[in-house]
């Protein structure tokens, strides 16, 4: 399929420099707040030196109603609904007479904004003005692609947009009209589903953004279509991410699902599973060792997490636990995160984490990971992993990489025989 595009910017940056600079006097746009920020169930929109707050309590994968806003007095703060305090402030420069969506996005301690313009004129009958926005900070580059609704494969999929990096966003693609699947997946890789849309349908003769979202684990995308000068409709991932990790002694087989998807079959302990993509909600939970079943529970997953499944302690009757895992980016690019993931059998002690002689975790019990840490990047360090008494691992000359996200797994048996090692998740 070729696609024909319309210029429309590469980074967020641009984004904003599409506006032209309003006029002066008493000239004003129109301005909403679409809350696209999955840490932030409530969110408003300020502006003016005293900050009139002009949308209140914009919920997650909603926008505001249109309120005009002065050209030259149009100072904007993102503010938390529940406490009133500014997580994001910005000066945009407005076009009088223009319609804006102002766009919060990001997670914790990290929300950033985009200024959309809503100034496209319709395409023709039977055509359709679609625009991608990469808004997830912590996805990585993404590509995404079309399909028709009753397709489940991407094989004769057509590319809408290659390669969008976070922060930036694709031309407006010259579509039909109509309803159809779309797929984001890794940029390059078709096999790396970050979100799958069965229904989406593209307004005749109307124009309309995908803005992609980010999620609690970091690394699977929510999406939200916003209409031109319309509606905006969620659509939430129904997937989250699971790996199955064993830290029973070593020599021990491990098999384990959760639903239909297998995590591990006859894995020898310890063992470090890769992410499996699953269903949200109740799923049934199978799991056994040496060939015997182990009585388990339904697990309960929420769309959008990275979870480890952890078991360990006993050969006959292992406890399993389920760790959520922050796998989001650091929010400082010159930064990694590392965590600590105690998966000792017979063993209480408690574990720390040591890169060269500073602390990143303490005290994390078995079943346990420790709250994943900032550190600067660094080369040729020490990694150590201690007990109050004992010290159970050294590694010497490790990279600690800016941008990605480390594990640091200690599984086995922690009366005996000890396995540790330094993983990069992302």
């Known amino acids: 399929m070729r696609i024909k595009t319309w210029a429309w910017g590469l980074s967020v940056a641009s984004m904003a420099l599409l506006t032209a600079c309003g006029g002066g006097g008493s000239s004003s746009a129109d301005v909403r707040l ?96 679609f625009l991608i926005l990469n808004l997830a900070p912590d996805a990585g580059a993404l590509d995404i692609y079309e399909t028709s609704t009753s397709e489940t494969t991407l094989s004769d999929a057509a590319t ?26 890794a940029a390059g890789d078709k096999t790396d589903i970050r979100l799958e849309i069965p229904s989406l349908t593209l307004p005749d003769a109307g124009v309309s953004a995908l803005i992609l979202t980010g999620s609690n684990g970091g690394v699977l995308v929510n999406g939200m279509q916003l209409i031109q000068k319309g509606a905006v409709t969620n659509y ?103 965590r600590l993931i105690n998966g000792l059998s017979n063993s209480t002690a408690g574990l720390n984490l040591n890169i060269n002689y500073a602390a990143y975790a303490s005290n994390v019990t078995a079943g346990a990971s420790s709250t994943a840490q900032q550190i600067a990047a660094v080369t040729d360090a020490l990694l150590t992993v201690t007990t109050t008494s004992t010290t159970l691992f050294t590694q010497t000359d490790t990279d600690i990489i800016a941008n990605n996200v480390y594990t640091v797994f200690v599984l086995g048996d922690g009366s005996g025989q000890v396995s540790a090692s330094l993983r990069r998740e992302r």
């Open 236 to 338: 939430a991932n129904s997937t989250a991410r699971v790996r199955l990790v064993s830290g029973l002694p070593t020599g021990n087989a491990i098999t384990g699902s959760v639903g239909s998807n297998a995590l591990l079959s006859n894995a020898s302990s310890p063992a470090i599973g890769s992410y499996v993509k699953v269903a949200s909600g109740s799923q049934a939970v199978a799991l056994s060792v040496n060939g015997t079943a182990i009585a388990s529970n339904n697990a309960t997953i929420q769309a959008g997490y990275d979870y480890t499944m952890l078991v360990y302690g006993s050969t006959s009757a292992p406890t399993v636990t389920m760790l959520s895992d922050d796998n989001k980016l650091p929010t400082t690019s010159t930064y990694a995160k590392v």
């Open 34 to 129: 679409l809350n696209a920020s999955i840490s932030y169930s409530s969110l408003d929109m300020a502006v003016g030196e005293d900050e009139t707050v002009v949308n209140s309590a914009i919920t997650y994968a909603n926008v505001g109603s249109y309120a005009s806003v002065k050209t030259d007095d149009a100072g904007t703060y993102i503010q938390n609904s529940t406490v009133g305090s500014t997580l994001y402030s910005t000066t945009p420069s407005l076009s009088s007479g223009t319609k804006y969506t102002m766009i919060a996005y990001g997670t914790t301690g990290a929300v950033k904004t985009t200024l959309l313009q809503e100034n496209q004129d319709d395409p023709d009958s039977g055509k359709s003005k």
């Open 160 to 185: 809408v947009a290659s390669n969008i990096a976070a922060g930036s966003g694709s031309g407006y693609a010259s579509l039909k009209s109509g309803t159809y699947r779309f797929v984001v997946t």
